[in-house]
């Protein structure tokens, strides 16, 4: 009995670590073809050939837009398909491309996550990069780095007051209760934030207790407070249950 209760401990610990394994083979395919890959040839993927990987799903490229200091950024979204023993596997993935003055400074891959399943993101940043980082420490009076950006755009909290099937209202963006004056320290810290949705969020909060006379600005702070509204940048929005639209808020 003891022999035959190893004998399957063994071979379930097989089938797990070959499954891995080639998720795991798949994924490293995926990047090399990502991070070695202008946008011309992203967009095109679906025609490239792996060995790994059999077939490119549900591809789609929702925006490319301006951020702040000369930034764009290209965000295309598909799902990659792999077997296991036989077995059609699939990996949603988010990209995220950036371009500074027109180069290529950056790549950013978020993996969907399962459930119990530890967060994965893969990135490609060079040091290039810094300048912009740089000028957002400047300009908005912040201490990051290019680790503090990854999380940041990452952290995807789509601007809206009324999303799905019946338009439920928003009350808590990253466990922070909305209109509420306590938190106008944590609005003014969103406003501040490299993630353009997220800063929207900073605005509005803002916005609503300005026009209450609850609060009052520091000049750093309406500096930055009129360049959000100035700027209008394009964000990801909802409308029902109509998800991914991206448009100018003002």
């Not at 060079?126 to 912009?132: A, K, L, W």
């Amino acid at each position: 009995m003891k022999f035959i209760f190893s004998f399957l401990l063994t071979l379930i610990s097989l089938i797990v670590f070959c499954q891995k394994n080639d998720y795991e083979v798949a994924k490293k395919e995926f990047e090399n073809l990502i991070f070695s890959s202008d946008s011309i040839k992203i967009q095109n993927i679906k025609n490239e050939k792996f060995e790994k990987i059999i077939d490119i799903q549900e591809y789609y490229h929702p925006i490319t837009r301006s951020l702040d200091f000369d930034l764009k950024e290209s965000i295309y979204e598909l799902r990659f398909m792999y077997s296991v023993d036989h077995i059609l596997r699939g990996r949603g993935v988010r990209i995220h491309l950036f371009y500074l003055g027109g180069k290529d400074i950056g790549k950013i891959i978020d993996y969907n996550q399962y459930e119990n399943e530890v967060k994965q993101i893969s990135s490609k940043i060079s040091n290039e990069f810094i300048t912009y980082i740089l000028k957002h420490n400047s300009f908005y009076n912040t201490k990051t780095n290019k680790d503090d950006f990854i999380k940041d755009i990452l952290n995807r909290k789509v601007y809206s007051d009324g999303c799905g099937y019946e338009m439920t209202r928003i009350k808590k963006i990253d466990d922070v209760d909305r209109d509420n004056i306590e938190n106008s320290e944590k609005y003014i810290e969103w406003m501040k934030s490299y993630n353009p949705e997220l800063q929207m969020w900073g605005y509005s909060e803002i916005e609503k207790l300005l026009k209450k006379n609850l609060i009052e600005l520091e000049s750093d702070e309406l500096k930055i407070y009129s360049h959000i509204k100035k700027r209008n940048l394009v964000i990801e929005t909802c409308s029902g249950c109509s998800f991914g639209i991206f448009e100018k808020v003002f």
